[in-house]
């Protein structure tokens, strides 16, 4: 297999060899689904890059032969990392001068040994001499007309398991905008009122990739003048209730059998399912729950600062919006408040991903050096606040917690779980 190869239909390499993202479009294109034209370098090329310091011999070749167009130039590893690495988008490439891309697919490279991606893999147990692969991609542009945009969507809700199409939509914008979450998303839905033709493209394709995997799925997608584009895709990843309700809604549907959804939900999935919930607060904000659960800390302002008060007790991170270089905080942190992002920014990803409570978009919080306010409040460094990361909400001080109603859907699996 040389270092470059075409991402089609017949591509038949483990996410080991060609990552994660390019498997996953190789399924999309199995599957008739419309994405934007892809090659990726498989990680080994990466692994020869961090041990000699340069590209492999022949890549930049390659790199020389790839036709004029505009891309994106995309990590891939076999193991998701969310927004962990270098990503280079909108770079115009030029035939016989390789040096733009061979430039951008080394950026990439580099960025596997940054201090934030090496902290993510030791968080998450991932070896640190995978490599990654990367995937350059023909670009399509969210922000060409008033008929294009960018969105990510869950073919179920990723808190509650609840069988509806959930996520986010940038109307005039490109993808990175979305998952930076510096910009203010608007519910996926909202896509229905304003591209009723994507919005059922979207439907249908999310329909079909559900019934490969027989599992929720998670997908990345821009529209250009009114077409959809995938861009990625994989499985939801849903757990604690989500995880629960999804698989027995799965089996009573006829994806899978009960005793598949049984093995599907794991004892920490279980334990989850008690979803806490506070009461009798006095809450200072309000923003989108995105990781369900009940936090209580001390402020921190910064990702350095959770990291240095989190040795004297819990703390919350509270950020404008959190990038790769929070990664320490996030870590260290209880949970998080954001006032910019949505479901799919990098806050909501990676505190998902870490089962931590997290409330983001709190629209009239205002982060400063010193403090935060919100509601006409001072949330100073150091001030004991709790976030409710299912119905959205910030509270002063450490409120009464209770716990919430569990699912029909867990005595249900019970059940089955009891009959085997």
């Known amino acids: 297999m040389a270092w470059l ?26 599957l008739g689904l419309p994405v934007p034209a892809a090659s990726v370098i498989v990680t080994r090329a990466c692994r020869a890059f961090l041990r000699d310091g340069r590209l492999p011999p022949g890549l930049g070749d390659e790199l ?15 193991i998701s990392m969310p927004g962990m690495m270098n990503t280079v988008l909108g770079l115009r490439v030029t035939p016989g001068e390789p040096a733009v891309l061979a430039g951008a697919v080394e950026s990439v490279f580099s960025s596997w040994n940054t201090p934030r991606a090496r902290t993510y893999r030791t968080l998450h147990d991932i070896p640190h001499d995978l490599g990654t692969a990367v995937v350059v991609q023909d670009m399509v542009f969210g922000d060409r007309d008033e008929h294009s945009g960018s969105g990510v969507a869950f073919s ?89 309700r999804l698989a027995a809604d799965l089996a009573d549907e006829g994806g899978i059998t009960r005793a598949e959804a049984v093995r599907r939900v794991s004892p920490q999935d279980l334990r989850r399912v008690h979803t806490p919930r506070i009461a009798e607060a006095e809450v200072v904000a309000r923003g989108l729950g995105v990781c369900p659960g009940v936090a209580t800390g001390r402020v921190a302002l910064t990702a350095d600062e959770a990291v240095r008060m989190a040795a004297d007790g819990p703390v919350v991170l509270v950020r404008p ?35 931590k409570p997290a409330v983001v978009g709190v629209a009239d919080l205002v982060v400063g050096t010193g403090a935060a306010t919100a509601g006409g409040y001072e949330l100073g460094r150091g001030t004991v606040i709790t976030i409710d990361g299912t119905g959205g909400e910030v509270a002063l001080g450490r409120p009464r917690v209770v716990t919430g109603a569990v699912d029909p859907s867990v005595r249900r699996l019970l059940g089955w779980a009891d009959g085997a």
Request: proline letters at 7%.
């Open 321 to 355: 919006e959190t990038s790769p270089e929070d990664i320490r905080g996030l870590a260290a942190a209880t949970g998080v408040v954001t006032a910019r992002g949505g479901p799919a920014s990098h806050a909501a990803v990676v505190a998902r991903s870490m089962g």
């Open 5 to 30: 190869t075409r991402v089609h239909a017949g591509l038949d390499e483990p996410p080991e060899v060609i990552g994660g993202k390019a498997r996953g479009l190789v399924l999309l294109h199995r």
């Open 156 to 244: 179920r809700d990723p808190n509650t398991g609840e069988h509806r199409p959930f996520g986010e939509v940038l109307f005039g914008h490109r993808g990175d905008a979305v998952v930076s979450g510096r910009s203010r998303t608007e519910p996926l839905a909202r896509l229905a009122e304003r591209e009723p033709v994507v919005w059922n493209d979207l439907l249908g394709a999310l329909g079909t990739i559900e019934e490969h995997y027989r599992d929720a799925c998670y997908v990345e997608f821009t529209y250009e003048s009114g077409v959809l584009w995938l861009l990625q895709v994989r499985p939801g990843g849903f757990t604690g209730t989500a995880a629960v």
């Open 64 to 78: 020389g032969e790839w036709p004029p167009s505009v891309v994106s130039v995309r990590s891939g590893a076999a």
